[in-house]
């Protein structure tokens, strides 16, 4: 499940996934989700780490290097191979970049731009990996 810290990202992810399967039925549900302990990819020491631990997965399982490697794959696979993740890391944060997010009138950012400035485009994205950490739900609209 994906999660979203506002509710007009809740609203976009839910339109873009309506018109893109128009035949299935989406909505937008509120929880409160226990975050205590989660895989902080928006940390770049946790990055670091998580690149070490798959280039030693790799050399455990022997994945091709012609082979895909999406970030959701790594993933998926870390936390297959490895029990621990599912209780250590329930929930998974990282920062996605929305190039086509509309513009506003009360403040001006560039996505080409070099220097450090406020911008709409980065929207924080949960990955609830473990449901036990999702404490109350309800839906929203």
Do not use: H
């Amino acid at each position: 499940m994906y999660f979203w810290d506002n509710i007009s990202n809740a609203r976009y992810w839910n339109k873009m996934k309506c018109k893109k399967d128009s035949k299935k039925e989406y909505g937008i549900v509120a929880a409160y989700v226990r975050m205590n302990d989660l895989l902080d990819l928006t940390d770049k020491d946790t990055v670091d780490k998580m690149a070490f631990l798959w280039s030693l997965y790799k050399q455990r399982v022997s994945v091709p290097d012609d082979k895909e490697e999406s970030l959701g794959f790594k993933l998926n696979c870390l936390y297959d191979y490895f029990d621990i993740f599912i209780e250590k890391y329930p929930v998974i944060k990282i920062i996605g970049k929305y190039f086509f997010t509309p513009s506003n009138d009360f403040f001006e950012y560039d996505l080409g731009c070099n220097t450090t400035e406020p911008i709409l485009a980065a929207k924080n994205i949960y990955s609830v990996r473990n449901k036990k950490c999702i404490l109350e739900r309800k839906e929203y609209e």
